[in-house]
């Protein structure tokens, strides 16, 4: 096959060049991903770019960050945050990610100083700028609204890079802190249905 008869060829670049993650949840561009991915994967090579895909199911560009937005650093310190409370909560989040249901009225992010003061370094310390990070990872393919429930939030397969991004870094929040820093607060999680 020509690599320019590639379905849906437009469309997919487009999305993966702007950061998206694409997967199952994507319907068509994820099946026509699955079904060439070889051919994808060659045309991006030509074009200097690399196509993962994930273990989990989802496909990505892979590129050299010169420096990151400040939306990427956002959504990056959002989840530290919130896997943090996970673990101290007792979740895997290997295993639980997906089935998280977020309502951004009840996130720990604005509720505990150690977190309000992190976010307020990015910029963040109202919820509508929780919202606006949500709002962002869902262009990233990371996170979408939940049709049945208004106001609550839930991630998509894509979160999981985020998740192994995190995982690599130790899973520190804010410059110089660690998980379980001595004095850390415990904070407890709410429930999964009501993150």
Known sequence: ???????????????L????????????????LESHCEGFQNLCVGLGL??????????YL??????????A???????????????DKGYNSNQDL?????????L?????????????EVGVDREDGLIGILKSMARY???????????????????YRLLDVINMAGRAVGPNASPNAEGSEQVPVPDKASL
Not at 73 to 87: C, H
Not at 108 to 120: G, I
């Open 1 to 15: 096959m020509d690599l320019h008869e590639l379905p849906n060829l437009q469309e997919i670049y487009t999305e």
């Open 17 to 32: 060049r702007r950061g998206r993650h694409i997967s199952i949840e994507d319907g068509v561009l994820f099946s026509a």
């Open 50 to 59: 690399k196509l993962v895909r994930h273990e989990r199911g989802f496909y």
């Open 62 to 71: 892979e590129e050299e960050i010169r420096s990151a937005p400040k939306s």
């Open 73 to 87: 650093e956002r959504i990056f310190l959002f989840m530290a945050i919130l896997l943090e409370q996970l673990d």
């Open 98 to 106: 997906l089935a998280i249901q977020i309502d951004p009225a009840r």
């Open 108 to 120: 720990p992010h604005l509720q505990h100083e150690k977190y309000r003061t992190v976010m307020a």
């Open 141 to 159: 393919g990371l996170a979408d609204p939940d049709r049945e429930a208004a106001g609550i939030w839930r991630f998509r397969t894509g979160a």
